[in-house]
């Protein structure tokens, strides 16, 4: 059943003079065209988070909306509901092949959130036991990362785009490090740190943008990701791209490619939303940093205090209903699509009655999707923000909001809401070692002869380099479980590794 704009059982049937969605389709008196304002797209999505509450008001915990091209959906608003629905997979189901509007024909195949509807062969799109073919892939490779070396890493990379504006007193903490530290990390897990630069975190965010050179940008992210798996296909190491091609699931070199395209892509643009929101909390909101000062808030818990306010996506496209049943007093029909909305359901009044109250010490919040395809890379998402954050203000300790909080902007979309930038001014600093991991995680006594050897330092500014390949550094000797250390390299590969 197509959602069609009826109130939920028991509420009188919408009139034409309700107060929300008061014209009739195409009246032209209020000028607002078939469906009126509850459109998730054009006008109707400049307030999303507004429109959720009147929605919530007016229908309960699901209510019907309209994609481009007035598409209809259900966005889920309550948080019980958002989890009922991606804890059934009897029932719901993330294959939008049996979506009904894509069936009949209206959902054409150039509407804009098709890079999001259209079936692909990744874990996010399988479900039984294709789903758990795929996931148990992805998650034993990610079994295989080592958080005590993942946690260097993004300290490592702090330093060096901090360096990168220390000097200067002033930076812009969206352009400059939020989409940076997440690129240089996942480039590292994955193994392919040499194509961690300006040029691929531009590309990673124009295609997300889905601005005219989208396809272009998208095209280069995907021939470094291409060369990456024939490379480990033909010589594997010790990194989530080999553990992948060498699982026992024996992933195709296509799907082996289409996971790590999900993994560099999901992970980049929540990691990069998560940093942003984060930082914007910690500058904006005078209680927070005082807390963090005075030590009553740790970052970790800063970070999930965010996770519950501002949830990287908003909403996740889509769950699509697998036969005729109920959710929050409406009736779904088989063949409706769904959207799973973190935000609106983790503001859900039912579980936060006081929307000020600190969350402190509770995860409940839908930030990382729940059921079988509940992120599996939440940890180095934590991981990437606790230890960023931290090591960017141990840094930065006078780092403070370069302009009006009301000047600031944010880019809305259905699936999220990126802070556009967020200027900061400081005492200008002089750069630091960078080879010494951040003061909170440098274990004592750490030899000078096991430090990292120093990179390259990070290209400032926004503009693009021209495109020329960097060059490749020949990789790193695997280091095998149990054998003796060498050279001061491999004793700090073991260092690194915490073995
Ligand atoms: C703050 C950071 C992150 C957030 C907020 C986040 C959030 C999410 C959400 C909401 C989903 C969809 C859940 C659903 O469909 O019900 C998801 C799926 C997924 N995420 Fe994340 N994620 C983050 C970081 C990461 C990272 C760092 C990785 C990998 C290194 C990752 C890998 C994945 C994968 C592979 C899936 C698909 C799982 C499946 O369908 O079985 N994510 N994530």
Redesign the pocket.
């Known amino acids: 059943m197509t959602p069609e704009h009826r109130p939920p059982t028991g509420t009188p049937a919408t009139g034409t003079n309700d107060p929300l969605f008061g014209p009739p389709p195409g009246c032209p008196a209020h000028g607002l065209g078939p469906g009126g304002p509850h459109r998730l797209y054009g006008a109707g999505a400049e307030d999303l988070d507004d429109l959720y509450e009147r929605l919530r008001e007016r229908y309960g915990p699901v209510a019907p909306v309209l994609l481009h091209d007035d598409v209809p959906m259900w966005v889920v608003l309550g948080h019980a509901e958002n989890l009922q629905v991606?804890r059934s997979p009897s029932q719901y189901t993330?294959d939008s092949r049996i979506w009904a509007p894509l069936l009949d024909g209206r959902v054409k195949p150039d509407h804009p959130l098709m890079p999001h509807i259209a079936w692909q062969p990744i874990?996010?799109h399988a479900e039984g036991d294709e789903?758990l073919r795929l996931?148990n892939a992805?998650t034993s490779a990610?079994a295989t990362i080592d958080h005590r070396s993942v946690r260097r890493h993004i300290g490592g990379h702090t330093q060096h785009l901090v360096n990168g504006f220390c000097e200067r007193g002033r930076a812009d903490l969206v352009a400059q490090f939020a989409e940076h530290l997440p690129m240089a990390v996942?480039c590292e897990?994955l193994g392919m740190p040499e194509e961690y630069d300006d040029r691929m975190v531009q590309a990673a965010r124009d295609a997300l943008k889905g601005t005219e050179t989208a396809i272009q940008s998208h095209a280069y992210v995907m021939d470094a990701l291409n060369r990456l798996t024939l490379r480990r296909r033909a010589r594997p190491e010790d990194d989530f791209t080999s553990h992948l091609v060498m699982h026992e699931a024996r992933l195709s070199d296509d799907e082996v490619r289409e996971h790590l395209r999900?993994?560099l892509f999901?992970?980049y643009e929540?990691?990069a939303n998560?940093l942003a929101n984060a930082l914007r909390m910690v500058l904006t909101e005078p209680g927070f940093r005082a807390r963090l000062n005075g030590g009553q808030m740790t970052v970790p818990e800063a970070i999930e205090q965010s996770l519950w306010d501002e949830?990287?996506?908003s909403t996740?496209l889509g769950y699509y209903a697998k036969q005729d049943t109920e959710l929050g007093g409406q009736r779904i029909a088989k063949g409706d699509g769904l959207l799973?909305a973190?935000a609106p359901g983790n503001l859900d009044p039912r579980v936060r009655p006081d929307l000020a109250a600190n969350m402190q010490g509770n995860r409940s919040h839908l930030?990382?999707?729940?059921?079988?395809?509940?992120?599996?890379?939440?940890d180095?998402?934590?991981a990437i923000?606790d230890v960023g954050v931290d090591a960017l203000l141990t840094r930065l300790p006078d780092v403070q909001l370069a302009c009006a909080e009301d000047d600031l902007r944010w880019r809305s979309a259905i699936a999220s809401r990126h802070l556009v930038a967020l200027p900061v001014r400081f005492e200008p600093k002089p750069q630091q070692d960078t080879d010494l991991p951040p003061r909170a995680y440098a274990a004592p006594g750490l030899p000078a002869d096991l430090r990292p050897p120093a990179r390259r330092r990070e290209p400032q500014g926004a503009a693009l380099p021209a495109a020329v390949p960097p060059p490749r550094p020949a990789p790193l000797p695997p280091v095998p479980a149990g054998a003796p250390a060498r050279g001061p390299w491999q004793r700090l590969l073991r260092w690194w590794r915490g073995e």
Do not use: D, N, W, Y
């Open positions: 991606v993330r874990c996010s789903h996931r992805v990610m996942l897990i999900l993994v999901a992970a929540a990691t998560l949830p990287p996506f996740v799973f973190p930030a990382f999707g729940g059921g079988p395809h509940e992120c599996p890379g939440q180095i998402g934590r923000a």
